[in-house]
């Protein structure tokens, strides 16, 4: 019973274009939402998070949208970078912290 | 800071041994969290302390897998006997509080290969 799903396993974008990752959850009482990058022989780190008192989030070229009628998450990245290229988690927090299964991101130069 | 600290980086132990995973947590610290990645089900919670008492055990898949945190720098995780299927990368993360505002901390995963 996976409670948060990344149903893209991989995502490919151009240098310079944006990158959009997509984040669904199933259980309505997740009201904090957290992204986190890994890249490789590494653990993953703190992004960007939103709570759902708002629908947006920015910080510098990442911005999280939060759809909390669609139960729906994005991360969006403009303008992507080669050094972006990562695996990506949304996570999502009620009780206790809940992750996807991530979105292996790959920024082509 | 040094981060959170894992040790051994990587695993290889032929089914049936046991296996001990651990953790330095970061310093000032006081929630410690064991996670395992897999390609199928992707980051699952294991085990989490607070002040160095076990919160929540749920995640931990049987009784193969036990964790302690004898004090506030230092937790492990085992695995006796261990089996293929515990093949995974297993974590540890810390952060500041139990807070669901306050970001994990990971440390850089032990690789576990069961043969």
């Known amino acids: 019973d996976q409670q948060v799903k990344q149903n893209s396993p991989s995502l490919s974008v151009q240098e310079g274009r944006i990158s959009i990752l997509n984040c669904d959850y199933t259980n309505s009482m997740f009201d904090y939402f957290l992204w986190y990058k890994k890249y490789p022989a590494e653990g993953p780190t703190f992004l960007i998070s939103?709570?759902?008192?708002?629908d947006k989030n920015e910080d510098g070229r990442f911005t999280v949208f939060l759809n909390k009628s669609a139960k729906h998450l994005s991360l969006h990245i403009v303008p992507s970078q080669p050094g972006d290229s990562a695996v990506y988690f949304c996570?999502?927090?009620?009780?206790?912290?809940?992750f996807g299964a991530g979105t292996i991101l790959r920024v082509k130069s | 800071d040094a981060g959170v600290i894992q040790s051994p980086r990587h695993e290889v132990t032929e089914m049936g041994q046991e296996v001990t995973l651990r953790c330095k947590p970061i310093?000032?610290?006081?929630?410690l969290f064991w996670y395992r990645q897999t390609m199928m089900r992707g980051l699952e919670l294991l085990i989490y302390?607070?002040?160095?008492?076990?919160?929540?055990d749920s995640g931990m898949p049987e009784d193969r897998f036990s964790a302690k945190m004898p004090n506030a720098s230092f937790s492990t995780l085992k695995i006796q006997p261990s089996e293929p299927r515990d093949s995974a990368v297993y974590f540890c993360?810390?952060?500041?509080?139990?807070?669901?505002?306050?970001?994990?901390?990971f440390g850089n995963g032990t690789r576990l290969t069961v043969t």
């Open positions: 310093s000032g610290h006081n929630s």
């Open positions: 996570a999502a927090s009620g009780n206790k912290l809940v």
């Open positions: 302390f607070n002040n160095n008492v076990p919160i929540d």
């Open positions: 939103i709570s759902s008192i708002k």
């Open positions: 993360a810390s952060s500041s509080a139990t807070g669901k505002r306050s970001p994990l901390h």
